[in-house]
């Protein structure tokens, strides 16, 4: 006797039938990928917005996920070997991107424009360079030798030498807070320059003779042995420091400095978390309350408590999503980890396996929230933020002695906004895992559907059916709206306007659960939303 199957079915639990005729078709859909990328959980348990893997991606506009746009470089190159230091220096009269290149910094007034000699040079070129502005002038520190100020028209002045009053010679780190110069990073061997001290200037000069060693200088965690590893200004005078096993938060108001007394007598030094530090000078960004850095188990925040004024508190990581990421960063190359805000991005370029130079970028979007995974092409060795022609843009030297500009204000409908200096920008989204509301049945593929709002692009679908069994389909599907060639996949996408493309899944074997994978290795696309239907195949018995 037959039974009616739908008499035995409870949405979202097994059920049992007699017949193929009583299995039920589902539809499973992504409308948004302003979940970004999550690595860490299990593909079935992902958020409906959510992707297990997302490379050279944003998600901006409408949640659709975009290729991300390509970076060209600010004319010619600005040496023959890795840029080891960039800053951009902004005054009234001019502004400039300088690069350092084996010793030597060079400038550059904007785009087209070419690169030239500062007269700065080190004969510690290994030594990456240390910049900083303050009151329109700019101060540099090789961590050997006298530093140097430039002013707005680049005029190089050396600094003295004398190791009380002079900018103190040894300091790796220079910050520009609460109109004070800050200087640490020192090596420890002399009395006064320990890892853990801080120097500052006097207010609004930094110079030679505006320093002093003996009244306004500071120890942070009373010589635990834990160097100072960066610093990073907050609101008001606020100032985090970070070792390399701590995070301290230090009041640098002018009221704490009466000129005479010692200032590491009145500095209140506050800790904000032991057993974890930041790996590098450069790994901090600022955005908005929060300072993101790199600590060794990952990106961690100082933010300020919503709930209690004045007070801030160190988060556990936030990059979990991008984890897989993160157990791939060589520690022995992590110094030279660098980070960058821009505009609603947090960028950390960091060196993935055994490279020992930066050959990825981890990207959060502060405005959503979410990790939108990792960038491949690049490898930022320094990032800045120039503002030519007063437009803010992301810029980032290289380990081939180039300067490069993002290009992300660019036509986002010119295949050429889609290239890395002329290379293509090849980009991937692995879905999470469907399971079409019945985690226990096995299922038959029936179709997909994509939908683009736009693209150009060989892209290729492959199905992945229980994580393990993988197939790139090439069954023959109708052509339609402005895609191009043979209708077949791999399919070529042409369109400045909403496209749809379906095929069919049947030739797929019996799954529990199964995502989709889109790849394109050139072009672009702008992928709105997808859907896949299946058969949910009745229990036996």
Known sequence: ????????????????????LDDDIQFERMESFAGGEDDYRRSTLLDPDQCQRLVNIIVRDNYEAWTRPGADPLGAAVGTAAINSLTYFDTPANKFLLAAVNGALMSCSGPGQAWTATGFTTNAPGNPLEMEQGIETLLVSDGENAMATLDENLSLTTCTTDPTVDPPVGAKILRYHNGRMFAAGFAGATAG??????????????????????????????????????LCPVQGSTLAVFKANSVWLVN??????????????????????????????WAVAAYGNDVFFMAQDGVRSVQRMQAAAGQWQLTAPISQPVQQYIDRINPAAWQGICAQSYKEFVLFAVPLDSSTVNNAVLVYS?????????????????????????VGQLAFGDTNGLVNIWKDASDTNNPATYTDNGQNVPCTIATRSFQFNQPGNTKTAYN???RFTAGNAAATVTAF?????????????EVAGDRLGQARLPFQLASVKPVKVQDSLRSLPEFQEMYLQIATTSGWIKLRNVTVTAFVNALDG
């Open 465 to 477: 059916m229980d994580l393990a069994g993988t197939r790139s389909f090439n069954a023959p599907f």
């Open 252 to 281: 640098t108001s002018a009221a704490s400095d009466s000129g005479t007394s010692t200032w590491s007598a009145t500095v209140v030094a506050e800790s904000v978390g032991f057993s974890v530090g930041c790996v590098g000078k």
């Open 366 to 390: 502060a405005r959503l929230a979410k990790w939108l995974g990792c960038w491949t092409g690049w490898t930022p060795t320094r990032f800045a933020s120039p503002r030519f022609g007063n």
């Open 448 to 450: 997909y559907t994509l």
């Open 193 to 230: 320059k320990e890892r853990d001290a801080i120097w500052a200037s006097n207010i609004l000069s930094f110079g030679s003779g505006q320093w002093q060693g003996t009244t306004r200088s500071f120890r942070i965690g009373g010589g635990d042995g834990d160097p100072i590893t960066a």
């Open 1 to 20: 006797m037959a039974i009616d199957s739908s008499a035995l079915e409870l949405y979202g639990k097994p059920f049992y039938g007699i017949d193929a």
